[in-house]
């Protein structure tokens, strides 16, 4: 059964066809720690969103990731981001999904382990 999710107001909603990750990641560059999302990645086929009907994009300094949110309610959906690897390096070419999870249908993020990434740092 694929895991599903909703922004606050319902217009923007996905569906992941893949398991929860054993660890949600918060990261704390400038501005992942001012929103508070805890990510979930996922390979961008496992991903779909199957509504966006208030769909806006933000897209800060090296424009490589797409940071999608709801232009209604405002909470961050999710991400379209290169794959860096945690040393925030990057092959290039592979991307990822970064699924707010705190936005998963009938789960309590705050309840699921957590690794910190150093985006202060690294980015």
């Not at 690897?85 to 999904?97: S, Y």
């Amino acid at each position: 059964m694929p895991l599903t999710g909703r922004c606050h107001c319902g217009r923007n909603a996905f569906e992941i066809d893949a398991e929860l990750p054993a660890a949600l990641t918060r990261c704390t560059c400038s501005f992942c720690s001012k929103r508070g999302h805890l990510y979930a990645y996922y390979p961008p086929d496992r991903f779909k969103a199957i509504q966006a009907d208030s769909d806006a994009i933000y897209r800060w300094r090296s424009r490589l990731v797409a940071n999608h949110f709801c232009s209604a309610c405002g909470c961050d959906v999710y991400a379209d981001s290169p794959d860096f690897q945690p040393d925030g390096t990057w092959d290039g070419k592979t991307r990822r999904i970064c699924v707010n999870a705190r936005l998963l249908d009938d789960f309590e993020a705050a309840d699921w382990p957590v690794t910190v990434i150093d985006g202060k740092h690294l980015w």
